[in-house]
Nanobody, 124 residues
Framework: QVQLAESGGGLVQAGGSLRLSCAATARTFSGLAMGWFRQVPGKEREFVAAIRWSGGSTDYADSVLGRFTISRDNAENTMYLQMNSLKPDDTAVYYC?????????????????WGQGTSVTVSS
């Protein structure tokens, strides 16, 4: 069983930065591929970034490439999303997700476990 808890969301002005964290309760965190998704009301959940179990490979949505950085600390069972140069369009609830496969997947259906989400609001 894997439990995920996001933190670090909040209100920030455009151009600012936030760092999201995802703490995992899992016996084999290092065996999980992880991802970040976001969702706004009325829209489907959108892929943001993903990281392989080892941290050696990452993937990003085009909309955040060059601004967001995903990372993980397997010793601390924690994943991070550093968000820089934030835009109002980044406003959403951000979710972390984990999958038992070690590879990177962009589809939400490829993930087995989800956190409750943390809200990010970027004001113009």
């Amino acid at each position: 069983q894997v439990q995920l808890a996001e933190s670090g969301g909040g209100l920030v002005q455009a151009g600012g930065s936030l760092r999201l964290s995802c703490a995992a309760t899992a016996r084999t965190f290092s065996g999980l591929a992880m991802g970040w998704f976001r969702q706004v009301p009325g829209k489907e959940r959108e892929f943001v970034a993903a990281i392989r179990w080892s941290g050696g490979s990452t993937d990003y949505a085009d909309s955040v490439l060059g601004r967001f950085t995903i990372s993980r600390d397997n010793a601390e069972n924690t994943m991070y999303l550093q968000m820089n140069s934030l835009k109002p369009d980044d406003t959403a609830v951000y979710y972390c997700a984990a999958r038992t496969g070690r590879g990177i997947v962009q589809l939400p259906t490829g993930y087995d476990y989800w956190g409750q989400g943390t809200s990010v609001t970027v004001s113009s």
